[in-house]
């Protein structure tokens, strides 16, 4: 890349916007395009924007993800979208570089490529390599288990655990006990899943952190998917990985509990594989920044593949 890539934050004023903003401070290697406070709303500002970039992040609601897209004109921006607008779109890549050898090859070269959500990033972490070496079935009756931040309800939600009134802020929430989530379907495409997991989400009255788990039946899994053979396909799958790391038997059976913000303000995640062979139970678990790994640091990631191939 010989030039200085112009990039332009769409919805750089919410959460996962202004982190993007303070993960790009100080690059010389690109510049960062802003909108006056008066002109972000402006559509045409906005296309004009948009359609200067070099690389365009969208940091925005469905909605407005779709109609900033239907915005550009000029072939040569490229999007990267922080929105769960296109994550199971084939027409987009998907921005987990760790998915396989070949992804950050192809982000690096894609014109559209869409994030991945928080909480699927866990799971997918989790999932995608044991689904594909055949140590947990496509069909699994699989239920994911998941806490986060309270960051991760967006701007509305930091307000109300920060405001002058934090005294109505709950300790804890569980909620979508609808179970009609919108990260069921992405987790199942990109894990290859053959049927729909259920998910269990839930936030604290902490700001940022995930700590995502998913129980296993040994009795269920195919011969020879023990703790030890789940464990080792995910180290060799992540081996040599960038942001990805997985706790060996040792640290396993060290750890007592898992804090949900120890890769906070970080773009790593840790995966880890525990469980009690006597009674045939696993549980994988991944811990990650729900603001990092989960959005904005997975976006900067993504732009640093995208500006390699500029």
């Given at each position: 890349?010989?030039?200085?890539?112009?990039?332009f934050i769409?919805?750089d004023?919410g959460?996962?916007?202004?982190?993007?903003?303070?993960?790009?401070?100080?690059r010389?290697?690109?510049?960062?395009?802003?909108?006056p406070a008066?002109?972000?709303?402006?559509l045409?500002?906005r296309?004009d924007?948009i359609?200067?970039?070099?690389?365009?992040?969208?940091?925005l609601?469905?909605?407005?993800?779709r109609?900033a897209?239907?915005?550009?004109?000029n072939?040569?921006?490229?999007?990267i979208?922080?929105?769960?607008?296109?994550?199971t779109?084939?027409?987009?890549?998907?921005?987990?570089?760790?998915?396989?050898?070949?992804?950050?090859?192809?982000?690096?070269?894609?014109r559209?490529?869409t994030?991945?959500?928080?909480?699927?990033?866990?799971?997918?972490?989790?999932?995608?390599?044991?689904?594909?070496a055949?140590?947990?079935?496509a069909?699994?009756?699989l239920?994911?288990?998941?806490?986060?931040g309270?960051?991760?309800?967006?701007?509305?939600q930091?307000?109300q655990?920060?405001?002058?009134?934090?005294?109505?802020?709950?300790?804890?929430?569980?909620?979508g006990?609808?179970?009609a989530?919108k990260?069921?379907?992405?987790?199942?495409?990109?894990a290859?899943?053959s049927?729909?997991p259920?998910?269990?989400?839930?936030?604290?009255?902490?700001?940022?952190?995930?700590?995502?788990?998913?129980?296993?039946?040994?009795?269920l899994?195919?011969?020879?998917a023990?703790?030890?053979a789940?464990?080792?396909?995910?180290?060799q799958?992540y081996?040599?990985?960038?942001?990805?790391?997985v706790?060996?038997?040792?640290q396993s059976?060290?750890?007592?509990?898992?804090?949900?913000?120890?890769?906070n303000?970080?773009?790593?995640m840790?995966?880890?594989?525990f469980?009690n062979?006597?009674?045939?139970?696993?549980?994988?678990?991944?811990?990650f920044?729900?603001l990092?790994?989960?959005?904005?640091?997975?976006a900067?990631?993504?732009?640093?593949l995208m500006l390699?191939?500029?």
């Amino acid at each position: 890349m010989s030039k200085q890539a112009l990039v332009f934050i769409d919805g750089d004023q919410g959460t996962t916007g202004l982190q993007i903003n303070e993960r790009l401070r100080g690059r010389t290697d690109l510049q960062v395009l802003t909108l006056p406070a008066a002109e972000r709303k402006d559509l045409r500002r906005r296309a004009d924007a948009i359609n200067a970039a070099d690389i365009a992040l969208l940091c925005l609601p469905d909605a407005a993800a779709r109609e900033a897209v239907a915005l550009v004109e000029n072939p040569a921006v490229r999007i990267i979208d922080a929105s769960s607008a296109h994550r199971t779109d084939a027409q987009w890549t998907y921005g987990f570089a760790e998915l396989s050898p070949e992804q950050p090859g192809r982000i690096a070269r894609a014109r559209r490529v869409t994030n991945p959500g928080c909480y699927p990033t866990g799971a997918i972490a989790l999932l995608g390599p044991l689904v594909k070496a055949g140590l947990v079935p496509a069909d699994y009756p699989l239920v994911l288990h998941a806490v986060s931040g309270y960051s991760g309800g967006g701007r509305a939600q930091v307000e109300q655990y920060e405001g002058a009134d934090t005294d109505a802020a709950a300790p804890f929430v569980l909620y979508g006990l609808g179970l009609a989530h919108k990260h069921p379907p992405e987790i199942q495409l990109h894990a290859a899943l053959s049927q729909r997991p259920l998910f269990v989400p839930s936030y604290g009255a902490f700001r940022q952190g995930i700590v995502l788990s998913i129980a296993l039946h040994a009795s269920l899994l195919p011969a020879g998917a023990s703790q030890q053979a789940l464990r080792a396909t995910l180290e060799q799958h992540y081996q040599g990985a960038q942001a990805v790391r997985v706790w060996s038997a040792q640290q396993s059976l060290e750890a007592a509990r898992l804090d949900p913000t120890i890769h906070n303000n970080t773009n790593d995640m840790t995966l880890g594989v525990f469980g009690n062979e006597a009674e045939g139970h696993i549980m994988l678990c991944a811990v990650f920044d729900n603001l990092g790994k989960g959005a904005s640091g997975a976006a900067v990631q993504n732009l640093d593949l995208m500006l390699s191939a500029l």
